[in-house]
């Protein structure tokens, strides 16, 4: 069952630029340590859903960072090399990779599998809100753009799968929310469990929306 999550972004600027955010995302993890979980798995979202083993390579030098992490030829995508770069020493037993196109059904389903993978379970979740948020933004600005992505960073802060859950996909991708999938991962991970939310740490530089936040 699951025990407890984490979301961070899935931005290189946490390990480059972003000082606070990459302070509260560790702080996330640490916490997530705290619950002595018995599985640790990364979900993250990328062009197909591939599970790696937990000692899987991966790196940053594409996005100009000398980062490495894990063991062997780097093969994981973005989002799962900074899951498993923001955990250090400790490797997950499994990273877990969800197509960005995935169906809400298909990230319930995975979020489901991944709750019954161990006795306790933790998610720590890479994923980004919209990145409309601003005329700066990687994507067209959007009026609708910061409503939705205040949807997403409630939901994150009062533990609501329910919301995530309800994310529409048409809207998200016009909204360019990368990290919808990944999110329903985590409400499908969550089902019914009554968890207590936190949100450590809120942000939207250059137009794009990032949250740390922590279910317990």
Known sequence: ?????????????????????????RATVAALHDVRA??????????????????????????GIDVTVGHGEPAL????TLGRWLLGDRAPDMLQSVAFDATPQECLLAGERLRKIGKRVALLVMADGSACLSPRAPGTYDDAAKPYNDLITIAIAQADPATLA???PARADRLWVSGRAALQVLAGAAGRTA??????????????????????
């Open 166 to 168: 309800g994310l529409d």
């Open 195 to 216: 968890f207590s939310g936190r949100l450590l740490a809120e942000a939207a530089p250059f137009g794009v929306g990032y949250f740390a936040g922590l279910w317990t």
């Open 38 to 63: 018995d599985t640790l798995v990364v979900v993250g979202g990328a062009e197909s859903a591939i599970s790696y083993g937990g000692r899987t390579a991966g790196t940053l030098r594409p996005w």
């Open 1 to 25: 069952m699951l025990v407890a999550a984490a979301v961070c972004p899935q931005t290189p600027l946490i390990v480059s630029r972003l000082h606070d955010l990459r302070a509260a995302c």
């Open 77 to 80: 995508p973005l989002s799962l």
